[in-house]
């Protein structure tokens, strides 16, 4: 299969994935909602795996969005805690495949222990180029512009930059997402139609890919089908065909 995926020629560089259903996946099977998000996790794995075959650098995953705190107090706790666990036990598989993992998201929220191995991790990978794993971790994409905004404001009251360098260029140096090309493709699971805040600034050409398949259910097959159709498609970013 992973052979097909390659011949197609002009496949995304770059997916976002909305890892979507977790919860209904467990509450359908009658278990814990947490059930759900530790199936999810062994997913990212196989989906990382997965992306050097289907000729994908660059992978962004939504794990925890800033809305995502008005969730009850054990479902956001077991969040985290998965997070602690899956950073300190995949560091090692990461590493190997030549994985470089980096955060975007605003930590001020987040407990010192997990900022502390979110860090340590970016840090350990940042050699690697195999391919890019993006983990968002409170993120929101209104609140990351905003973010972006006032680090540009402070840096015009300091006189180190004019109002009229402010261009489109210029604050996309300031977003988290400042190392990373645009997402191609956004996927995301579990049959809504929503983007949800995410990467609301680099998606404005992407295409977009609605699965009604649950986040723990989506296989390397699934994504490597979607990946294949996408090659056939035509992007003009607002130019007309020729
Ligand atoms: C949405 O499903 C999913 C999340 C809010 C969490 C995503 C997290 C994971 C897949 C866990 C692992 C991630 C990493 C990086 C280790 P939902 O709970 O909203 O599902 P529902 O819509 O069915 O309730």
């Not at 890919?209 to 723990?216: A, I, Q």
């Amino acid at each position: 299969m992973a052979k097909d995926i390659n011949e197609i020629q002009g496949g995304p560089d770059h997916v976002a994935i909305i890892m979507d259903g977790n919860g209904r996946w467990a509450t359908q099977r009658g278990r814990p909602r947490l059930l759900g998000h530790h199936a999810g996790a062994r997913r990212v794995r196989e989906m990382v795996e997965a992306c050097p075959d289907f000729g994908v650098k660059y992978l962004t995953i939504f794990a925890f969005s800033t809305e995502n705190w008005k969730r009850t107090q054990s479902e956001v706790a077991g969040l985290m805690k998965l997070f602690r666990r899956y950073i300190e036990r995949e560091t090692k598989a990461l590493f190997k495949d030549g994985v470089r993992v980096r955060f975007i998201g605003d930590r001020q929220k987040l407990d010192d222990k997990l900022v502390s191995l979110m860090d340590n991790l970016e840090l350990y990978t940042s050699g690697n180029d195999k391919v890019h794993l993006t983990i968002a971790l409170n993120y929101g994409g209104r609140d990351e512009v905003t973010r972006a905004a006032q680090r540009l404001a402070f840096e015009v009251e300091q006189g180190r930059l004019s109002h009229k360098d402010v261009d489109a260029e210029t604050l996309a140096k300031f977003l988290d997402t400042r190392f990373l090309p645009d997402p191609d493709l956004v996927i995301r699971t579990s049959g809504e139609a929503r983007i949800s805040n995410f990467l609301l600034w680099q998606s404005a050409y992407a295409e977009y890919e609605f699965v009604d398949t649950l986040w723990p259910d989506f296989t390397a097959e699934e994504f490597g089908k979607i990946l294949s159709n996408y090659g056939n498609r035509e992007r003009r970013f607002g130019a007309v065909s020729v």
